[in-house]
């Protein structure tokens, strides 16, 4: 009996390995794109460094992908391989590490783009802008300066968190030294939710600091509107709130001048928040997917959850 019941494990085992395997084979590589935004990219010096890639729906087998850093002529300026044997693998989901060293340092300012290939074949992208911030001609840091811009300053996304058994939505949203004051070394920021133009929910008041330096991921959890004082009795903004259809603006301001650094527009209908259209399967081009999935926060393995992809469209056309 012991042994028939082994048998039968090991069956239904080979067959949920088959069934993986046959699903990634239906659709193409992505590159989690959360992964890709937190790439290292040095805040002064240009410098862009790679370690490895999250790819979901990873191809079987050996794994023959490459990262290339394109100019705006399509100009391949520097290359790199990732080990053929993936690091870890779950299901259709796996972690697959560059060779390194597979740093490139830029210096002549302009677009630029990182495209991730799997099989020699464009999977991901990700466009970016290099903008020159310091001449050198200061005898005293003679020293020419750059910075990064790009999506970091246009996207955002939603998982779920839980609060006493219920949903509770998290944003997840990238900031930087460019959103401080000038000449300031710290900030904070508050993230308000408005439906329909009416002011519904917000983050609770003295969290979100601002720091120096490149776009960090940085998260926020919204409550209902309280007053100054009051943040530890905030009531959570949980999913059944977000889910009253409407028109949404999800603001982000610094706290010290009102300033406006980010304003994302979703809608909510029959119940549900629509997500981006390029998480939709389908989209094109192919390279400019966006997986609808993010590495589940706090888990100790690969494990994909749900992420709902937002944008700020009002100032995406003038990062790029």
């Not at 191809?59 to 399509?74: C, L, M, R, T, Y």
């Amino acid at each position: 009996m012991r042994r028939l019941k082994n048998i039968f494990i090991t069956a239904v085992m080979l067959f949920c390995s088959v069934q993986n395997n046959l699903y990634a084979q239906q659709y193409s590589p992505t590159i989690d794109f959360e992964n890709v935004l937190n790439t290292y990219f040095d805040s002064e010096s240009g410098l862009i460094s790679f370690r490895d890639a999250r790819v979901i729906f990873a191809p079987e087998g050996k794994f023959n992908g490459q990262i290339a850093v394109v100019d705006a002529d399509n100009k391949v300026v520097s290359s790199f391989s990732f080990y053929k044997d993936y690091k870890y693998r779950a299901g259709v989901y796996a972690r697959a590490l560059v060779k390194t060293p597979a740093d490139v340092t830029l210096t002549r300012p302009g677009i630029y783009s990182i495209v991730f290939l799997v099989d020699k074949k464009p999977v991901t992208r990700l466009p970016f802008k290099l903008v020159q911030s310091s001449a050198g001609d200061d005898p005293f840091n003679p020293q020419k300066k750059y910075r990064f811009d790009g999506y970091w300053r246009t996207f955002a996304f939603i998982v779920m968190n839980t609060w006493k058994g219920e949903d509770f939505p998290e944003v997840h949203y990238w900031m930087g030294g460019v959103d401080l004051p000038e000449g300031k070394q710290r900030g904070s920021q508050i993230v308000t939710l408005f439906r329909d133009g009416k002011l519904v929910a917000h983050s609770k008041r003295g969290v979100g600091t601002m720091q120096p330096g490149h776009f960090r991921e940085v998260r926020s959890s919204l409550y209902h509107i309280h007053p100054a004082g009051k943040e530890a009795n905030a009531i959570p903004f949980l999913l059944k709130d977000w889910q009253v259809d409407g028109i949404y603006e999800l603001r982000v301001n610094r706290q010290s001048d009102k300033v406006a650094l980010r304003s994302f527009d979703f809608k909510v209908a029959n119940g549900k928040i629509e997500g981006h259209p390029r998480s939709k399967f389908g989209y094109k081009p192919q390279v400019d997917y966006i997986a609808p999935r993010v590495q589940k926060k706090g888990a100790t393995s690969l494990e994909l959850t749900e992420a709902i992809w937002i944008e700020d469209r009002k100032i995406s056309g003038e990062v790029l």
